[in-house]
């Protein structure tokens, strides 16, 4: 399978900490992307990082890309309950598809 | 304006009952998807159309059948429903380089469920 693995499956943070989560995955990707998805709604582009790029930003996102470990992480600083989601990593290959992972739910306690 | 709109959001309908849902995107966009997300939340490719060709065509029963007439809308008929069939299907659209997906920009997702 060429879906990635998120880890945790889940996380609780108090608002105003910050959350990580981690994406493990198998073969070389072209780039990896993550994902937001709240309750009910369809899912929503955050990041994509290519597979020659370590770090990327997009406001209180973080997120890093270790190729030699096939890993990826998602940093949220400064959490809010708008916050509240699950979280997905999709990594893309030259196969025109993406593979998701199943994600991880994000509680963020007022 | 809704870039990538579904209908309906919704859907309730007895096993064996056929079914469609319809989607369009205003993006430009020349790539179109159908997903399909169980109870797990595990989201799981079935078709896509590049410019009105099928290029995605995972193992999905061929009681599905997606049809793109130009490349703004690809709908998802659905033959013979079964109770496995229930599940959100989204539908997304993305540009695409060669072979290689970038972001993709999903619709609000069909609800089906088959009683």
């Not at chain 2, 209908?7 to 399909?36: A, F, R």
């Not at chain 2, 229930?86 to 993305?94: E, K, L």
Request: aromatic fraction near 10%; proline fraction near 3%.
């Amino acid at each position: 399978s060429q879906q990635g693995e998120e880890d945790p499956q889940a996380l609780s943070i108090q608002e105003g900490e910050n959350a990580t989560m981690n994406c493990s995955y198998k073969t070389s990707i072209n780039n990896l992307q993550w994902y937001r998805q709240n309750s009910g709604r369809g899912l929503v582009h955050l990041i994509l990082i290519r597979s020659n790029e370590r770090e990327k930003h997009s406001g209180r996102l973080r997120v890093t890309l270790d190729t030699s470990k096939k890993s990826s992480s998602l940093l949220i600083t400064a959490s809010r309950a708008a916050d509240t989601a699950s979280y997905f990593c999709a990594t893309a290959y030259n196969d025109y598809k993406l593979s998701f992972g199943a994600g991880t739910t994000v509680t963020v306690r007022a | 304006d809704t870039a990538v709109s579904q209908t309906p959001k919704y859907l309730v309908t007895q096993m064996g009952n056929d079914k469609s849902i319809k989607c369009e995107q205003n993006l430009g966009h020349d790539t179109m998807y159908w997903y399909k997300q169980d109870s797990k939340k595990f989201l799981k490719i079935m078709f896509s159309y590049n410019n009105k060709e099928l290029i995605i065509n995972e193992t999905v029963p061929n009681r599905f059948s997606p049809k793109s007439p130009d490349k703004a809308h690809l709908n998802l008929h659905i033959n013979s429903l079964e109770l496995g069939d229930s599940a959100v299907y989204f539908c997304a659209s993305s540009r695409q380089s060669l072979a290689v997906p970038y972001e993709q920009y999903f619709g609000p997702g069909t609800r089906l469920t088959v009683t």
